[in-house]
Nanobody, 123 residues
Framework: VQLVESGGGLVQPGGSLRLSCAAS????????MGWYRQAPGKQRERVAA??????????NYADSVKGRFTISRDNAKNTVYLQMNNVKPEDSAVYYC???????????????WGQGTQVTVSS
């Protein structure tokens, strides 16, 4: 299983950025997809997560990004997105996506991680 992030880069404060993360490989079912971030000298922080619950998706966010970031998911593409609006310098970090999934019906659930994408918010 491989998770590949894209969309990071340099953005000015108040601007927007959209991150994408596509999971590929042997995948039976994905339960949760989400994003963490880690800034230099800080602990990794959970940013947002999304769980598909049949007819509805369930999302949760870190308090620091509520109202500014939106997580969404395309189950057909095994892809998760993070729309980042009104970004602040403190949002600068390496953003990692993850997926809680099973590779087959006989497999246990495990977390898989992307390689990370840098987001820098600066004028």
């Amino acid at each position: 299983v491989q998770l590949v992030e894209s969309g990071g880069g340099l953005v000015q404060p108040g601007g927007s950025l959209r991150l994408s993360c596509a999971a590929s490989g042997s995948i039976f079912s994905i339960y949760v997809m989400g994003w963490y971030r880690q800034a230099p000298g800080k602990q990794r922080e959970r940013v947002a997560a999304i769980t598909s619950g049949g007819s509805a998706d369930y999302t949760n966010y870190a308090d620091s990004v509520k109202g500014r970031f939106t997580i969404s998911r395309d189950n057909a593409k095994n892809t998760v997105y993070l729309q980042m609006n009104n970004v602040k310098p403190e949002d600068s970090a390496v953003y990692y996506c993850y997926a809680d999934l099973r590779r087959s019906r006989y497999d246990t659930r495990n977390d898989y991680w992307g390689q990370g994408t840098q987001v820098t918010v600066s004028s």
